[in-house]
Every structure is written in structure tokens, then in C-alpha cells.
């Protein structure tokens, strides 16, 4: 039997593959109750999850805010500046602190805050979850961004069914801007089970197996 209940979600490279396709079995039934005009069950009901942003977001925030409302608990957005962390207020007494007053902690650190540096944000997410015995979950760092992953194979399941053996190719949006040294393909990870998701390309593909 899988259990997820209190795990952390750092990368899916932690997780094994019958606690992915559980994660999406529970996804696909979430999105096809909405699909029906109904509700979610409020298994959140009365649970704070505190995002701590030290990158800004589009996508993310929007999606975890939505997800906690939906599921009947609050997301407390927390943007780093904020906050003592500047000041030198230590990672883990944050961890800490939060963990006492919530339910569970996301955490979103790269680009320009680790001065591009890679692997310094994915240290930052881990700390947080060495420091706290509520579950962290990983907003993307410069490293994995697994939620992300996990919805990107979601969808190339919706759309192409039975995976294995199948390639594919994954691409992002044109940028006149340098975002960071490294793409974050979690989804690649997920579906080949290579550990190398740093590229300088701006696009990546891999087979299900």
C-alpha cells in the first residue's frame, strides 16, 4: 500500500514509481471532479500551508493558493523579503517556526537569489526539510521543480495514453532573457530515470520506461 501522508516532495527522484503514479492517480481524480462541477473533498479543511518565496512566481503560487482553497485549508504566501531571513535569522529556526504554526511548508529558491550558483537553492529546500517534522515541498529551486514534472507527465499521459516506449520532446518559451544556467526537466527525469537534469539546451526529450 502507498502512503504519502507527511512525505516531503523535493524531488521525484526521492519518490519511488508506485508513489508517483499514486500522486497521479489522486491527481486525475481531483481534475475530473472538477470537470463534473463538483467539489473536492475538504481534506485540507483547517490546514495552513506557508509558501516561502525567495523567486517571484506566475504559475505556482496561483496554483498552490488554488489547490488549498479547493481542498477547504489557507496558503500563506511569504515573500522572503519580508521576513528576518536577510538579517541573519538562521534557515532552520524559519523552518522551525513555521512548522509550529502550519500544516506544511512549500519552498521556491533560484535565479538571481543564489546568484545563479547551481545546487545552492536545492540546499536551502533541503534544510528546510531537515529542520521541520511537517512536510516541505519543493516550489522549484535551480535543481527540481517536481510538482511541475509531475503535472507536465499528467498531461503527455492525457494526451498520448500508454507512455512506455514512446519518445517524446519537451520545450520551453523563447527568452530574451537569461534565466538561469540550467532547465529544469523533471519531467525528463521522471520518465527516464537519468539523474542529469542540468542542460544548456533550451529543449529535452527522453522515453517512458
Not at 185 to 195: C, V
Request: charged share 25%; net charge positive.
Amino acid at each position: 500500500m502507498v502512503r504519502l501522508y507527511g512525505r516531503d516532495l523535493i524531488t521525484t527522484q526521492d519518490w519511488s514509481v508506485d508513489e508517483l503514479h499514486e500522486a497521479l492517480r489522486i491527481a486525475k481524480e481531483l481534475k475530473k471532479l472538477s470537470r463534473m462541477g463538483k467539489p473536492w473533498p475538504d481534506i485540507l479543511r483547517k490546514k495552513t500551508f506557508f509558501m516561502v518565496f525567495y523567486a517571484s512566481s506566475t504559475r505556482t503560487r496561483a496554483a498552490f493558493e488554488s489547490a488549498m482553497t479547493y481542498l477547504g485549508g489557507h496558503a500563506a504566501y511569504i515573500d522572503v523579503s519580508t521576513t528576518r531571513l536577510k538579517a541573519g535569522e538562521a534557515t532552520k529556526d524559519v523552518a522551525k517556526m513555521y512548522e509550529a504554526y502550519g500544516d506544511g511548508i512549500g519552498v521556491r529558491i533560484l535565479d538571481e537569489i543564489i546568484d545563479f550558483k547551481y545546487g545552492e537553492g536545492n540546499k536551502v529546500v533541503r534544510e528546510y526539510a531537515k529542520a521541520s517534522k511537517k512536510p516541505v515541498i519543493n516550489m522549484a529551486d535551480d535543481m527540481f521543480h517536481p510538482t511541475q514534472g509531475i503535472g507536465d507527465i499528467m498531461t503527455v499521459q492525457e494526451r498520448l495514453g500508454e507512455l512506455k516506449g514512446k519518445k517524446f520532446t519537451v520545450m520551453w518559451a523563447y527568452s530574451s532573457r537569461l534565466r538561469g544556467p540550467c532547465s529544469i526537466q523533471e519531467e525528463i527525469l521522471i520518465a527516464t530515470g537519468h539523474s542529469d537534469a542540468c542542460s544548456s539546451s533550451v529543449q529535452g526529450g527522453g522515453s517512458y520506461r
